[in-house]
């Protein structure tokens, strides 16, 4: 699943990593308990990896570019090369991505991934909350992205858990990408800095004062912002039909 290249944008998908920090810092360990670490068997049958977040027990939240044959979620980590007593590795039953998700625009690129067996509530392991369907996120917000991807272009991904502040952008300022839609993006993260989000952990969320307000998905080759990210609010109606029938 190779996507093209769109005014020097890459589209992030798994198999060539995804977004994460750079210009961040090692997390807290645990300060992020919504957290997974996905682990991908593609279509074409090797390994690759997203991230994810938790929002119920039965329930992780990911990009839908992150679809593959089989997904393990990984839940309670913070150093993947140190497997710890809080770590919880649960299959993926069902992968549900939005009905509309294009892989050439990357619009609706959000998917539910159904647990087969039900998280257990830790200190390490907890859900995150979701906006509602009206919320909008004022421009100059600041909030934070965690993921365990690379922390510069040529740099190797992370194996503790990074995080780094980026700050919601007007909608003007990702007028250089292809395909905007600042109803269904968000523009992430000042053009003047070095922080960035960048390869490594698509899938991961956007939080803003303890909330999931958008998933990482889209950036530029050379990891300079902003970002494009799929704003969760107009997929909350969605999300919540889903939660309740499947």
């Given at each position: 699943?190779?996507?093209?290249?769109?005014?020097?944008?890459?589209?992030?998908?798994?198999?060539?990593?995804?977004?994460?920090i750079i210009g961040g810092v090692e997390s807290k360990p645990h300060s992020h308990p919504y957290m997974a670490?996905?682990?991908?068997?593609?279509?074409?049958?090797?390994?690759?990896?997203?991230?994810g977040f938790l929002i119920s027990q039965d329930f992780m939240m990911t990009a839908a570019h992150c679809k593959g044959r089989k997904i393990t979620v990984i839940l309670g980590a913070h150093n993947m090369?140190?497997?710890?007593?809080?770590?919880?590795?649960?299959?993926?039953?069902k992968q549900i991505s939005h009905p509309k998700y294009s892989s050439v625009t990357r619009f609706n690129d959000i998917m539910?991934?159904?647990?087969?067996?039900?998280?257990?509530?830790?200190?390490?392991?907890?859900?995150?909350?979701?906006?509602?369907?009206?919320?909008?996120?004022?421009?100059?917000t600041v909030c934070t992205v965690a993921g365990w991807g690379r922390t510069g272009v040529r740099e190797p991904a992370?194996?503790?858990?990074?995080?780094v502040q980026l700050r919601i952008m007007d909608a003007s300022t990702c007028r250089g990408y292809l395909f905007y839609n600042s109803n269904l993006?968000?523009?992430?993260?000042?053009?003047?800095?070095?922080?960035?989000a960048y390869k490594e952990d698509s899938g991961g969320p956007l939080v803003c004062a303890g909330v999931a307000?958008?998933?990482?998905?889209?950036?530029?080759?050379?990891?300079?912002?902003?970002?494009?990210?799929?704003?969760?609010?107009?997929?909350?109606?969605?999300?919540?039909?889903?939660?309740?029938?499947?």
């Open positions: 699943m190779q996507a093209p290249f769109l005014l020097l944008a890459f589209l992030l998908p798994p198999e060539a990593g995804a977004e994460e670490h996905l682990e991908i068997v593609t279509d074409r049958g090797y390994g690759t990896s997203c991230g090369k140190k497997e710890k007593s809080t770590w919880q590795k649960i299959e993926v039953s539910l991934l159904k647990l087969k067996t039900r998280a257990r509530w830790t200190h390490a392991v907890k859900p995150i909350y979701l906006p509602i369907w009206s919320t909008f996120i004022p421009p100059r992370s194996d503790t858990l990074r995080e993006q968000i523009c992430v993260g000042d053009p003047r800095k070095t922080k960035s307000y958008s998933i990482v998905y889209y950036g530029y080759m050379d990891a300079k912002p902003p970002n494009l990210f799929t704003r969760i609010s107009p997929y909350v109606p969605w999300i919540n039909n889903i939660l309740k029938n499947i």
